[in-house]
């Protein structure tokens, strides 16, 4: 079992984290949330709807109004930057090539890559590939945004870069936004609220100021990153003694 | 010895349970047909790298299949002093048998490969994930376009291999053996009947076309997402759509010629 009762609230136009350790599931949620996955028990709720309840149709239409930043960033290595920016809109739209054109820019404006446009994305950085992603998933201006690991593996300047986007983002086309995240520092610098999640369950919940002064062990080890504490450092394993003079 | 058995078992459910999502496979890939054609764009882009792109090892293999079978037959033909009944033999051997077949091999070593690596790879690196979240249909955005190039170029590259055979054995038989040029065309002529030689040809190579092409776009799609996965797929599809070729081969011709 991944998740065993757990309750999320996302809050209409707030940046919400989701953090936890490796390998807690956190883009396992990230699915669920997007109908890629279906949970053998309990609802996932987006606007009124019960995502596994909608038919195809109705699960593709509400993915048009959600955005989902992969950790890879998974542009289609064999359009450009401008193609895989437009490629939403000529799916889904019947814009012209100049309205087209129009929009493109202007996402990649937004998030300062309006130079790059015609790189293909082996040629772009790690940080780069997000940015066009995120440029990607903002192109049908949805009204809710997935980041899956956003910060993992990014320069700090790419990293500071990515940090101030989601934010301003989120607040200046009004977005709903959630973070899934192990990097606690920039996570805390942008959300406005934190479900730490462990083992399954919500181990912690708060405002990030609420977090650090929280007074449970196990959120002040994962806030401070201490070696050791309710989360062991060493794996279960018998006597470390008996272990040694052990024959096999 | 239980343990024989269940392993039996567990290697026939796993080939059931692949046949059944292939099967699935197929009929959403079909079903997405009318939306492809209706944007040819997205065919005529890969008609040119699943076709296009394989008509040079065709056109070579085809040449030198024929001038093999312009020697091999030249050869046979001479000790019963028919030589000059060259031209049937090399055209009903390509148009019946070789254009199609070796066309099929080399379609699902060529095309077929690079249609499984390329999926597979969209897959690994979450391509096609990203595309479901982005409200667009891999199958009919991906595998439709491919899937209808490979069913249309089959039966024109296997076309393109027979002629040039043709050529090939007339090069051989007339250029360097000597046999009658006239000769060589007109029994080819006389010989030659369009329904029972082409058109069995043909069919085989629709056929043929849509099996490599299912089996090399279903593999990739179902290939574990990882480097040893795509290339574990990739060896699956040259392997299985080549003997799925030649076992699918001998049923049509035994149907079409066999007298059965």
């Known amino acids: 079992m991944i998740f065993d009762g757990i309750s999320m609230e996302i809050e209409r136009g707030k940046v919400t984290a989701i953090m936890g350790p490796s390998g807690t599931g956190k883009t396992t949620l990230l699915k669920l949330i997007g109908g890629q996955l279906y949970p ?45 920016v437009a490629f939403p809109l000529r799916e889904h739209t019947e814009l012209s090539e100049s309205m087209i054109r129009s929009l493109v820019l202007m996402k990649l404006q937004a998030v300062g890559l309006r130079g790059a446009r015609d790189l293909m994305p082996n040629e772009l950085s790690g940080g780069m590939a997000r940015r066009v992603a995120l440029a990607r998933a903002i192109a049908l201006d949805p009204m809710m945004i997935m980041y899956d690991e956003p910060f993992t593996g990014q320069d700090p300047i790419s990293m500071g870069v990515l940090v101030q986007l989601i934010r301003l983002l989120n607040d200046a ?40 002064h929280s007074d449970s062990e196990w959120v002040q080890q994962f806030m401070n990153g201490f070696a050791d504490g309710p989360v062991p450092f060493h794996y279960s394993a018998r006597d470390y003694a008996d272990d040694l003079v052990a024959t096999e | 010895m239980v343990e024989k058995v269940q392993q039996l078992g567990q290697f026939t459910l796993e080939i059931f349970e692949k046949l059944g999502r292939s099967t699935f496979f197929l009929w959403h890939t079909l079903t997405g047909m009318m939306e492809v054609l209706a944007r040819p764009r997205l065919i005529i882009a890969q008609l040119h790298s699943v076709g296009v792109r394989t008509v040079l090892i065709i056109i070579v293999s085809g040449l030198f299949i024929g001038m093999v079978l312009g020697l091999q037959g030249y050869t046979t033909l001479s000790d019963f002093g028919a030589e000059q009944s060259l031209g049937v033999m ?4 390509l148009v019946r048998e070789l254009g199609p077949v070796v066309t099929g091999l080399l379609f699902a070593g060529r095309a077929g490969s690079a249609l499984t690596a390329e999926i597979g790879l969209m897959k690994a690196t979450e391509q096609l994930s990203g595309m479901e979240m982005m409200a667009v249909d891999p199958v009919r955005r991906i595998i439709t376009p491919r899937f ?59 056929v043929f076309g849509f099996i490599a092409t299912w089996i090399a776009l279903f593999e990739g799609y179902d290939a574990i997402p990882t480097s040893e996965g795509v290339s574990r797929a990739t060896t699956n599809t040259v392997v299985i759509s080549s003997l799925a070729i030649l076992g699918v081969d001998f049923i049509l011709t035994a149907l079409m010629f066999g007298d059965i």
């Open chain 1, 40 to 84: 053998q028990k309990g609802i996932v709720t987006i606007d009124g709807q019960v995502v596994h309840q909608l038919n195809h149709k109705g699960l593709y239409k509400l993915r048009k109004r959600l955005g989902l930043l992969f950790q890879s960033g998974a542009l289609l290595t064999d359009m450009t930057v401008f193609e895989n």
């Open chain 1, 173 to 212: 086309l009004g977005l709903t936004s959630i973070i899934v995240s192990h990097d606690v520092q920039e996570t805390c610098a942008i959300a406005d609220y934190i479900y730490l999640v462990s083992g399954g369950k919500v181990v912690g919940r708060g405002t990030p100021d609420e977090l650090r």
């Open chain 2, 90 to 93: 090399v055209a009903a051997s």
């Open chain 2, 148 to 206: 209808l190039a490979g069913f249309i170029s089959m039966p024109l590259l296997a076309a393109l291999f027979s002629m040039v055979g043709v050529l090939g054995g007339h090069l051989v038989g007339v250029g360097l053996l000597g046999v009658d040029d006239g000769a060589y065309w007109s029994q080819m002529q006389a010989k030659i009947d369009f329904n029972e030689d082409i058109l069995n040809g043909i069919i085989k190579s629709v």
